[in-house]
Structures are given as structure tokens and as C-alpha cells.
């Protein structure tokens, strides 16, 4: 008897053990992650009396805060949203009914105060009263509004952020949203065939058209296959094979050196480039400026979508040295791309959040800039910025022109079989010390020196 009750024993003993390990493993190892579920109601019911933390711009003004709300045992805590359109597509929105996105869901954990120590003790956090973290972002509030206000009634995506730092000062996307008023204004947002709530800098997917020739050019310079004295002829198409290749219009363009090729954005030149470079250096080079990566960014972003290299034609890949066929990218990519040829070659990891404090102004975070890619060598990258001052000083970009200011761009008009195309600027300033990049794209705007390129003169003209 004393032998049964002895094991009995024990085993109640280790049961208990092990409830201890599980609920210690709970406590402190999943405590933040349940905490944060989105199917977790005690935290979402929980949340609502607490002052959740503020989305600040990079110049200390507030984005979104918490304000009180309601009174009595219905008092509650709101989100505010200053200029929520302008800035929904970074912001998101957070809703009982339809959940959290854009950075009130990346950042949930600081926002919410979860991510406090103190808050994963259960119970006992209640000895303390719970606040959320506040997050600063690089974006200048300013330049974001002059930004939303340039690209007017269009639909599209500006990024403008600096080269040298990868810091985002602002990310529009349009249409927009009101997330102030998203439960209210819902199944309208689901049923607009523009989608509104796509942010399209870093998840719309388009033809970049000849907005994608610098890289073609770094990549022949890097690779020995052009260089500035190098002559194409233009009758203005390009025989390969069964395909023809055309200029705008069939426009013949004579003889062309590399920098007049860009400044006249020569479909002809560009895709006998890109049949010199051939199949796998033109994969390898849209592989070094990081096209089929995604980029680490406090939002989900996407990929571009890059074509079978090893499969494609001789026509195709003409297409694709053009920015046409199967390329799809985002403007952040884009962006990206641009910032390597500002920044003697060299994209820094692009930065949307800078720091985290708490209520009393205390440091929790910070983001420092990081190098991400190296694809080409400074004096290649310099010698692209010296073919793109001309594209605006004299070729398709004049549009983008601002007098007293050096500025560099290539424009792209993108031929897109859903419609009208679409209209693309890149560019940067001042050339002598760029501290700006912008991209510009209009969804259907058609000429990209004609439409995209005064959107960008408007935020040099700006910032700068």
C-alpha cells in the first residue's frame, strides 16, 4: 500500500512539473505572440482601454495618437488619424471588425505596449498601468502632403526617400482610404474596382517601360560591352529574327552614342544592348540591383516579377532591355535602382521607422541605415548619373526641371495591355551631392516626360 501511494505520488508530482514548465513556457516564450493574435478578444477588449502609442513624422508631429473617448464605464480610447488619407497607406488602420494593417500592424507589439517586459507577467501587470510605445518614422509630414497634393486626381505611387540613408521621406498611393472611417466605409472600399487599399509604391507590380534603361546602361558599362564613344544606328526599328523592335513612331534617330541613346530614350539602341550583354548578364544584373528580392521594409512588400531568362527569345530580351514583355516591378524597386546610381553604386536598406520611445521620450529602438546591395562600381554609377543630367537637361525629361538645381532622370512610357500606358519618372538631385530620390508613376497617364515628369519637378522644386 505504502509502494502504490509512494508512485501515486510522484506521478501527481510530475504532472504538476510539467503543468509548471508549460505554463512558465507559455508565460514567458509565447506570452507576446498570444498576446498579439488577432483572435485573442481579452487583449483586443483589453486594448481599448489603453493608450496606444502615436506614429510620429520625422519632424515630431503626430500622425496618429490615442484620444480619449466615450465616459464612464464606456470610456475607451480612439485612434486619430491627422491627414488619414494622406497617409493611410503607411499608417493602415485598426478595426474590431476587419483587424489591423500597414504599420498599426507591424508595429503592434510596440504600439499595443506589448512588447513591454511588464506587460508578460498576466496578473501581475495590472500593478502597472499599460501604455503603448511610440514610433518615429523618416517620413517628412510636409513632403508627404506635397507629394499626395503633385500627383492630383491620377491613380499611382510617388516614393521619395535619400539615397545616401535609404531614409523614405515620404510614400504616396492613390486612390486612398479613410481609416478613421473604415468600418463604416468598408464593403464601398471592397466593392471599388481601383483598390484603394493597395499601397501601391511597394505593392503595385508594372511594366517599368524605359524607366528600367539606366540599369541596362550601368550593366554594359560594368560589363565592357558599350561605352561613350560607342556609336548605334537607329533607322528606327530593329530587325531580330521575325520580330521588329520600333522607335516611337518609327521615328528614325540616326546615329547615337550611349548618352543620346538615353536622352532620346532609343528603343533600338537599348535592345541591341541588351542582345550584347545577352541572357545571363542581364539576369545577373537585375539579380545585383535586388529586382527578385524583397526588400526588408517595415510593411509587406512585393517582389518584382522578373522573366525566365534562360528562355527567352532574342526579341524578348530586347523587350525586356526596353522595360517591356514579361517585367513587372514595384516603384520601391524602382526606388531602389535609382538610389544605387545617386549613391556611387551602393543601395542603402530602405527606412521607414527610426526609433521607438516610450511616453516619457526614452529611447526603446532605433533603425540605423544599413547597406544592402553593391551592384555596380562607383565610376560606373557616375558615369550613368552623368547620361540621366542629360535626359533632363536636353532630352525626354526636360519636364522635370528646376532653374538652379542639377537634376538627373529618366522618364519611361510603358506600354500596358489592360489600357493607356503607364507613365514613369526616376530621377534624383542634386547631382553634385544627391540627397533626393523620387519616383514617380501615373497608372494610364501615358508619356512619361509629359505627365510623370512635372509630378517629380513639383517635389524637387519643394524639397530642394
Not at 95 to 104: F, I, M, Q, R, V
Request: hydrophobic share 40%; charged share 20%.
Amino acid at each position: 500500500m505504502k509502494e502504490s501511494i509512494r508512485r501515486v505520488t510522484i506521478f501527481l508530482l510530475g504532472l504538476f512539473i510539467v503543468l509548471g514548465a508549460y505554463l512558465t513556457y507559455l508565460q514567458a516564450f509565447q506570452g507576446s505572440k498570444l498576446n498579439a493574435h488577432a483572435l485573442n478578444r481579452r487583449s483586443r477588449e483589453m486594448s481599448k482601454t489603453v493608450p496606444r502609442g502615436s506614429i510620429i513624422d520625422k519632424n515630431g508631429n503626430n500622425v496618429v495618437r490615442s484620444v480619449p473617448a466615450g465616459s464612464g464605464k464606456n470610456a475607451y480610447y480612439a485612434r486619430e488619424y491627422v491627414d488619414g488619407a494622406i497617409f493611410a497607406p503607411l499608417t493602415g488602420f485598426i478595426s474590431d471588425k476587419y483587424g489591423k494593417t500597414g504599420l498599426e500592424n507591424s508595429y503592434d507589439q510596440y504600439l499595443s505596449g506589448i512588447a513591454n517586459p511588464r506587460f508578460q507577467l498576466g496578473p501581475i501587470s495590472r500593478l502597472w498601468q499599460r501604455r503603448g510605445y511610440n514610433i518615429t518614422l523618416s517620413v517628412d509630414g510636409n513632403l508627404q502632403r506635397t507629394a499626395y497634393q503633385a500627383l492630383g486626381n491620377h491613380r499611382g505611387a510617388i516614393i521619395v526617400m535619400e539615397p545616401g540613408t535609404g531614409r523614405i521621406l515620404a510614400m504616396v498611393s492613390k486612390p486612398t482610404f479613410d481609416p478613421a472611417q473604415i468600418d463604416k466605409s468598408w464593403q464601398d472600399i471592397l466593392a471599388n474596382p481601383e483598390s484603394p487599399l493597395l499601397n501601391r509604391a511597394i505593392q503595385g507590380l508594372y511594366p517599368p517601360g524605359s524607366a528600367i534603361k539606366p540599369l541596362v546602361a550601368a550593366a554594359a558599362l560594368e560589363e565592357g560591352v558599350s561605352n561613350l564613344q560607342k556609336i548605334y544606328k537607329s533607322p528606327g526599328y530593329l530587325k531580330i529574327g521575325n520580330y521588329t523592335l520600333h522607335e516611337v513612331n518609327d521615328q528614325p534617330l540616326g546615329e547615337l552614342s550611349l548618352e543620346k541613346a538615353l536622352a532620346l530614350s532609343s528603343n533600338v539602341a537599348f535592345g541591341q544592348i541588351g542582345l550584347d550583354l545577352g541572357r545571363d548578364r542581364v539576369a545577373k544584373y537585375f539579380d545585383k540591383f535586388g529586382f527578385n528580392r524583397e526588400p526588408a521594409l517595415a510593411l509587406p512588400a512585393e517582389k518584382s516579377r522578373l522573366p525566365q531568362f534562360n528562355k527567352l527569345a532574342d526579341g524578348e530580351l530586347a523587350q525586356t532591355a526596353i522595360g517591356q514583355g514579361e517585367l513587372l516591378v514595384t516603384p520601391l524597386s524602382m526606388a531602389l535602382m535609382t538610389a544605387a546610381l545617386a549613391n556611387q553604386g551602393v543601395i542603402m536598406k530602405p527606412l521607414l521607422v527610426t526609433a521607438v520611445t516610450d511616453t516619457q521620450g526614452q529611447t526603446i529602438k532605433t533603425f540605423k541605415p544599413e547597406v544592402w546591395l553593391n551592384p555596380v562600381d562607383p565610376q560606373t554609377a557616375n558615369t550613368v548619373q552623368a547620361l540621366m543630367e542629360e535626359v533632363v537637361a536636353w532630352g525626354t525629361g526636360t519636364a522635370a526641371k528646376v532653374r538652379g538645381i542639377r537634376i538627373a532622370g529618366k522618364t519611361g512610357t510603358a506600354e500596358n495591355p489592360h489600357g493607356p500606358a503607364h507613365a514613369w519618372f526616376i530621377g534624383f538631385a542634386p547631382v553634385e551631392k544627391p540627397r533626393l530620390v523620387v519616383v514617380v508613376i501615373v497608372e494610364n497617364g501615358g508619356s512619361g516626360g509629359a505627365v510623370a515628369a512635372p509630378v517629380a519637378r513639383q517635389i524637387f522644386a519643394e524639397a530642394l
